[in-house]
């Protein structure tokens, strides 16, 4: 019987094109999230290795980071969720939300874990954490009508409040 460590499944080029891939583990251990290879759109669901090469990550990008949600997830543009919240205010909901913090490249940095969103307007996401976050996240918020949305947020702001950090974070796009 094989163990683990020999099912993982290493994929260095893209099955489909042959580009060259950042090394992407199926059956590993590491978070998996949904890549695409840029070169012909094959996605695949893997995590990143941390030996992958840092001049191989433009060849993929990351199209969902929370993968548990990725059959009933929409990806909005920043502009149609402005429009969207515009049309349908939302009061003020405090909900668990996963995020993770993302590098300038917006691939994960660290590990997963849960915020508390506080508010959602159209032009942003307010958040409470244990810790103050700066920088830019993935979050992945549910919106009636909509469900689960996946959002690219920069923090502008952050404030301690108690024992707590309240951090302001507008949405952007990926370029
Ligand atoms: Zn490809």
């Known amino acids: ?67 548990e949600y990725r059959a009933v997830e929409s990806t909005l543009c920043a502009k149609d969720l402005e429009r969207e919240l515009r049309r349908h205010p939302r009061r003020p909901v405090m909900m668990c939300v996963p995020a993770v913090e993302l590098d300038d490249e917006l691939f994960p940095a660290g590990e997963d874990f849960t915020v508390i969103s506080r508010n959602l307007s159209s032009s942003g996401i307010a958040i409470v954490h244990t810790h103050p976050l700066e920088g830019k996240l993935a979050v992945l918020i549910e919106l009636p009508e909509i469900g689960h949305v996946q959002l690219l947020v920069n923090i502008v702001r952050c404030k301690k409040v108690g024992q707590l950090y309240e951090m302001g974070g507008a949405f952007f796009d990926r370029r």
């Not at 992407?24 to 030996?51: D, I, M, Q």
Request: glycine content about 6%; overall charge negative; proline content about 7%.
């Open 1 to 67: 019987m094989q163990s683990v460590a020999e099912r993982d499944f290493q994929i260095t080029q893209c099955v489909t094109c042959d580009q060259p891939l950042p090394t992407l583990v199926v059956g590993g251990s590491g978070p998996t999230r949904e890549w695409e290879c840029r070169n012909c759109g094959a996605t695949y669901l893997a995590s990143l290795a941390p030996s992958a090469p840092d001049h191989l990550r433009a060849a993929v990008k990351l199209s969902h980071y929370f993968l």
